[in-house]
């Protein structure tokens, strides 16, 4: 009987991971058969079922947990907790949405009313030119889908399932890497944040404190490194995948489809995938391996464990291509990496002290618990270096790379939270609670916003309505487009 339960125990945690892959890869692979020609499509397609064929018969650090009455329990919670979040986030527009999500809209709309690959022909500064959309659009893929199909309310309607589908799917990672069903995990990671409130009583002006529906993350003026509920509120399509993608690495037991899985997460968005990739480092070459004496046979088993068709071949191709494709916007052609504005007065005090408040504290409260794992270094070296790279003219860079770095801050804290509790630590658990509950205060406003705004809304008008950018604007906008003439990905690749 015993060996029955068990049996049940791993299938779904083999069916949940395996979910969480197709979940990453199918937005990928409708991206190359619908923008790319056949004859990039077919093999492509081929290599990512092949990737994906043996990424789900591959070993994961199953941590077995156990699925009994009171656990199912605390999974349908965990759903009906992640649908409410999903839903507050304004992700389909049943709610009130952050005005990020004006293009957002514009960008669904366009991917729903145009033939794929999405081109227009638009006059720019005295010329025509056609242009085509390069943009992190792999997430609205399967909802524009729906959306082509039976219209525009269907089709946002599916971007909230597709968003509650992958958060779940976290959730459920986020438990099998703490080995226990519970919310807590959840619910710590949802008002996770930056000592933001902090900063802006002693630099921002009063206004924006007494307003508890203020957006207070911009208190330092320079840098950002956004909670998770602001993520999932402001830059879901980018967030929320690399999210899933970074527990899957963090679950992996060997390097077999590391790589595939940095592949799969760069048409989501490639400053995120920037953040992912001293993750996926560490994890690669942390690696121990049973037999291995002295470097050299620990350094052939890496080689053996790393060089497979799923990463050379699969992930290669995937990472190249979606490379290609980015490389044609034509914002990306003025990026340079800037050194951090040398000329504004304060600005490495104001660097030490941001730091300090977005995750220093954090790091010091966890050092007694995390200072042997390989990530808390990984992370803390990330978002250390992170602020002082400025590519372009807003604070993208710092506000996205940071993305994954801050997942695994975050597990850092769950997992001391949990240590020094166990251990009776009082004062470190009350330390961790402190800061913990003062950065709380970020995604409270977050949530507040979205309340007040949507009562205010129904109230006014009776509907909530959904601001959108139209497609001209968008078409001709280099963050979201480029020239086709000037792009390799459109002359060569694209239907």
């Not at 077995?64 to 329990?73: A, L, R, V, Y």
């Not at 085509?132 to 946002?156: Q, R």
């Not at 050092?367 to 400025?390: E, G, H, N």
Request: some cysteine; proline content about 3%; glycine content about 8%.
């Amino acid at each position: 009987m015993e060996e029955t339960v068990t049996k049940k125990e791993f299938n779904l945690n083999r069916i949940i991971f395996n979910v969480a892959y197709i979940y990453i890869a199918i937005p990928i692979i409708l991206f190359f058969i619908f923008w790319s020609k056949w004859y990039v499509a077919v093999p492509l397609t081929i290599l990512i079922a092949f990737g994906l064929f043996k990424i789900c018969r591959n070993d994961f650090n199953d941590n077995q947990i156990k699925i009994d009455k009171t656990n199912i329990k605390v999974i349908i919670t965990g759903f009906l907790v992640v649908a409410a979040w999903v839903y507050l986030s304004g992700i389909g527009g049943l709610v009130y949405q952050n005005s990020d999500h004006i293009v957002r809209n514009g960008l669904f709309d366009l991917l729903v009313d145009n033939s794929w690959p999405a081109i227009k022909e638009i006059e720019l500064d005295g010329y025509v030119a056609d242009r085509g959309i390069i943009y992190y659009i792999a997430f609205w893929i399967p909802a524009a889908l729906v959306g082509k199909v039976l219209g525009y309310e269907a089709g946002y309607f599916f971007q909230t399932i597709w968003a509650v589908i992958g958060v779940f799917l976290f959730f459920y990672l986020l438990c099998l890497f703490v080995k226990k069903v519970s919310l807590k995990p959840l619910l710590i990671f949802i008002f996770f944040s930056g000592l933001d409130i902090v900063g802006t009583y002693i630099l921002a002006p009063t206004t924006q404190f007494v307003d508890r529906t203020a957006h207070i993350e911009w208190w330092s003026g320079f840098f950002q490194f956004s909670s998770f509920t602001t993520q999932l509120f402001w830059v879901f399509n980018q967030a929320m995948p690399l999210w899933l993608v970074t527990m899957l690495v963090l679950l992996q037991k060997n390097n077999k489809q590391t790589v595939l899985l940095m592949g799969l997460s760069v048409l989501y968005g490639p400053f995120p995938f920037l953040g992912l990739v001293p993750i996926c480092i560490a994890s690669m070459l942390g690696r121990k391996y049973e037999g291995a004496e002295g470097f050299k046979d620990w350094f052939i088993a890496l080689l053996k464990d790393t060089i497979t068709i799923e990463n050379v071949l699969c992930g290669g191709a995937v990472g190249i291509i979606s490379y290609i494709y980015f490389r044609g916007n034509a914002a990306a052609q003025l990026l340079d990496a800037a050194s951090p504005t040398e000329d504004r007065k304060g600005y490495f005090f104001m660097y030490l002290f941001f730091f300090m408040l977005e995750a220093g504290v954090y790091f010091i409260a966890v050092a007694k618990s995390a200072y042997k794992d390989k990530y808390f270094y990984v992370s803390l070296v990330s978002l250390m270096i992170i602020p002082f790279v400025k590519i372009g003219y807003g604070g993208d860079f710092c506000m996205r790379v940071s993305i994954p770095p801050l997942l695994i801050l975050c597990t850092l804290f769950i997992k001391a939270l949990y240590e020094y509790w166990e251990k009776g630590e009082k004062l470190r658990f009350a330390v961790l609670l402190v800061i913990f509950f003062i950065g709380a205060v970020t995604p409270v406003h977050e949530f507040n916003r979205t309340l007040n705004e949507t009562k205010n809304r129904y109230f006014n008008s009776g509907s909530i309505y959904r601001d959108t950018m139209d497609e001209d604007t968008i078409f001709g906008s280099d963050n979201f487009s480029g020239e086709t003439d000037e792009s390799l990905f459109f002359n060569w690749l694209a239907r």
